[in-house]
T-cell receptor, first 112, second 114 residues
Framework: SQKIEQNSEALNIQEGKTATLTCNYTNYSPAYLQWYRQDPGRGPVFLLLIRENEKEKRKERLKVTFDTTLKQSLFHITASQPADSATYLCALVHTGGFKTIFGAGTRLFVKA | DTEVTQTPKHLVMGMTNKKSLKCEQHMGHRAMYWYKQKAKKPPELMFVYSYEKLSINESVPSRFSPECPNSSLLNLHLHALQPEDSALYLC?????????????FGSGTRLTVV
């Protein structure tokens, strides 16, 4: 069955360091992959989208890579800040759009 | 306006009640979605509307009934819910099915069924 795995353990890092979050998937051929940030009790906020024919995407302090051979995406936050503390969700979008499946998310804590 | 607005923010209802959740966007998006999210779980897709027509129903029980009156509004009608239906209900929209800009989510309705 289709499966998306994100590290269920919380990630604790020191302010200023780079946070790296992992999203692995199986039995799925996504057209593209999205990353979202979610704060407690709020809806997810879209951060970045990367297509299957793209290797890397950047936006300010954020960088996403997408390896369709490894079936893996890495999400990096450089120069992390306490305000970056949140849950980060990856989401795979099936070819043809519409059907988006979310991973369970990784909780990130950035300590000052 | 770059927001998706959901009302109410909180709802407590009995198992025999009928209530509705509302979602509104004025970004000109033509695809709208309902998701259900339990604590510490990912959002689960329930329904997709594209150009005001129901495109996907993820085998959701009939006690949940979606409605898309126009391109800006999405409703979710609730009837005879069970306590296990308590969750955060999220509405989202996107430009169309091939959105390059991801989904815009509302803040959700926290539903408690008693």
């Amino acid at each position: 069955s289709q499966k998306i795995e994100q590290n269920s353990e919380a990630l604790n890092i020191q302010e200023g360091k780079t946070a790296t979050l992992t999203c692995n998937y199986t039995n799925y051929s996504p057209a593209y992959l999205q990353w979202y940030r979610q704060d407690p009790g709020r809806g997810p906020v879209f951060l970045l989208l990367i297509r299957e024919n793209e290797k890397e995407k950047r936006k300010e302090r954020l960088k996403v890579t997408f390896d369709t051979t490894l079936k893996q995406s890495l999400f990096h936050i450089t120069a992390s800040q306490p305000a970056d503390s949140a849950t980060y969700l990856c989401a795979l979008v099936h070819t043809g759009g519409f059907k988006t499946i979310f991973g369970a998310g990784t909780r990130l804590f950035v300590k000052a | 306006d770059t927001e998706v607005t959901q009302t109410p923010k909180h709802l407590v209802m009995g198992m025999t009640n009928k209530k509705s959740l509302k979602c509104e966007q004025h970004m000109g998006h033509r695809a709208m979605y309902w998701y259900k999210q339990k604590a510490k779980k990912p959002p689960e897709l329930m329904f997709v509307y594209s150009y005001e027509k129901l495109s996907i129903n993820e085998s959701v029980p009939s006690r949940f009934s979606p409605e898309c009156p126009n391109s800006s509004l999405l409703n979710l009608h609730l009837h005879a819910l069970q306590p296990e239906d308590s969750a955060l209900y999220l509405c989202a929209s996107s430009q169309d099915r091939q959105s390059n800009y991801g989904y815009t989510f509302g803040s959700g309705t926290r539903l408690t069924v008693v």
